[in-house]
Structures are given as C-alpha cells and as structure tokens.
C-alpha cells in the first residue's frame, strides 16, 4: 500500500504562482507519478507525469507554465504551478502507477493509477 498526501491548495489570482506537494508513505522512486486535475462537472485529467528516471510529461494545456519534480529522497512529489487561469480550478491529486510511463499517463489516464491521494483544492479568480 502506497498513501499519498496532497497539500498546497488554495486561492490565488489569475497570473499568479501556487506549488503543489504530496507526500508519499512509501518509496516510490522507480514509479511513474502524476498530478491530475479534475473541475466541477468534468472528467479528470492528467496535467502532469514524471517516470522513474526523471523524464516529464504535459498536458498540452499546462505546458510551459507548470513543472513537475520530486525528491526522492524526501519521498514528496511537487507541482509548481506558474501564470494560473481561472480555467486551472479544481482538485488537483496525485498518483502513482507502476506500470505506467509518464507520456501513456498523460495520453490516456484518468482514472486506472494503482494509488491515490485525497486531493488539494486549487480555486484561481479572474
């Protein structure tokens, strides 16, 4: 069993910065992980996936402004946030797939990673 812990959330203003952390309760350093986003009344998506070797995947819609990295060592998992939308509102959670890679994650998952966190709440106002 893997518990992620996301934090970070809040309220920010459109342009401006937020940066996302989830905590992991085991080593996860050879796991694909992502964040995923999902707003009210939407499908989720993955906004942003990193492989066990580093290499990093985006959403076409959060490319350029968000960067995602880890430390393995302190076994937490960040999403830095740049020049927010208020189209970039909604919970945002962590996950962790063994099986996957960061750009299958980013084409094709929603919903099928092995864990997940309970979510941050990311509300950006115009």
């Known amino acids: 069993q893997v518990q992620l812990q996301e934090s970070g959330g809040g309220s920010v203003q459109a342009g401006g910065s937020l940066k996302l952390s989830c905590a992991s309760s085991?080593?996860?350093?050879?796991?694909?992980m992502g964040w995923f986003r999902q707003a009210p009344g939407m499908e989720r998506e993955a906004v942003a996936a990193?492989?066990?070797?580093?290499?990093?995947t985006y959403a076409a819609s959060v490319e350029g402004r968000f960067t995602i990295s880890k430390d393995s060592a302190k076994k937490i998992l960040y999403l830095e946030m740049d020049s927010l939308k208020p189209e970039d509102t909604g919970m945002y959670y962590c996950?962790?797939?063994?099986?996957?890679?960061?750009?299958?994650?980013?084409?094709?998952?929603?919903?099928?990673?092995?864990?997940w966190g309970k979510g941050t709440l990311v509300t950006v106002s115009s």
């Open positions: 085991a080593d996860t350093a050879n796991r694909c």
């Open positions: 996950a962790t797939g063994e099986s996957y890679t960061s750009e299958y994650v980013i084409a094709n998952v929603r919903y099928g990673m092995d864990y």
């Open positions: 990193i492989d066990g070797d580093g290499s990093t």
